[in-house]
C-alpha cells in the first residue's frame, strides 16, 4: 500500500470487534500508524464515509465462523462502488451483560447485532430461558441499552464493561459463543478509482452478481468462471 492512511472508519461505538480490529492495524501495521479511527453507527454508514470521502478506508464484517455472511456489509457493497484493499480474520469471543440485582430467568430480552445473537443462540438459551431475542444496530448499543434497563440483558465484547465503566450495575458472563473456534472476517475497503493494485501472488477477488430469476442462470455465470480458469472457492446467495 503506497497511500498515507490518514482516517479509517468503523462500526462504532468505540470497544465494538469492528474498533477491535481497527486498533490493531494502527498497532501492526505501518501504513495505519497515525490513523484516527472514526465511529460510525452502522456498516450502511461506514460504507458511506468512504464514498463521500469522510474517510480514506472503512473497517466492516464480512463473515463469521459460525453465523455466516453479514447481510448488512453485502447489502452496502451492493450499493457502492468500493474496493477491498486487505482483509484481517480476528477470534471472537461474545460476553453475555446483565443487570447484578436481576435474576437470569426474570431476563425478557437480549438484544445484539444480529450476527451475534447468530453466534450465541446455544447458551444464550439456556443463560436466559424465557427471553427473547432481539437486533440492535450494534452490539455496544445493545450493551449501552442493557445497563439502563434491568429487564435487558446483551451480548457484546468483554472490552465494552471496563471502557464504559458498567461493571457497577451489571454482571459480565465471558465467552458464551457456542463454538469455541469463533472467528470473524473483517474487510479494509476504499473507494474504486484508477490506481493500479499489483498482484500479490495470494490474492482474492470478491464478485457481486445479480442475475435473473430462472433455471440455469447461476449455471452461465459459473461457466464463465471455468472458461477463464478462475478456482470459484465460495458462493453465497
Known sequence: MNREIKTLSYLGPAASFTHEVALGLTRLYLPYANTELVPAPTIEAVCQSVIDGQTNHGVVPIENSTDGSVKDTLSAFRKHPLRIRSERSHP?????????????????????????????????????PYARLVERPSTVAAILEAYENPEMAAIGPKMVGVIYQLMDRMIQINDVHDNSLNTT????????????VQPTGNDK?????????????????????VDQKINNKKIKS
Do not use: M, N, W
Not at 464478485?207 to 459459473?222: F, H, N
Open 92 to 128: 471472537i469471543s461474545q460476553s453475555a451483560y446483565h443487570h447484578r440485582d436481576v435474576k437470569p430467568e426474570d431476563i425478557k430480552i437480549v438484544a445484539s447485532k444480529d450476527s451475534a445473537l447468530g453466534q450465541v443462540k446455544h447458551k444464550v438459551s439456556t443463560l436466559y
Open 185 to 196: 472476517r473483517f474487510l479494509i475497503v476504499d473507494p474504486q478509482d484508477d490506481e493500479e
Open 205 to 225: 477477488t470478491s464478485l457481486i452478481a445479480q442475475i435473473p430469476d430462472r433455471p440455469g442462470s447461476l449455471y452461465k455465470v459459473l461457466d464463465l468462471l
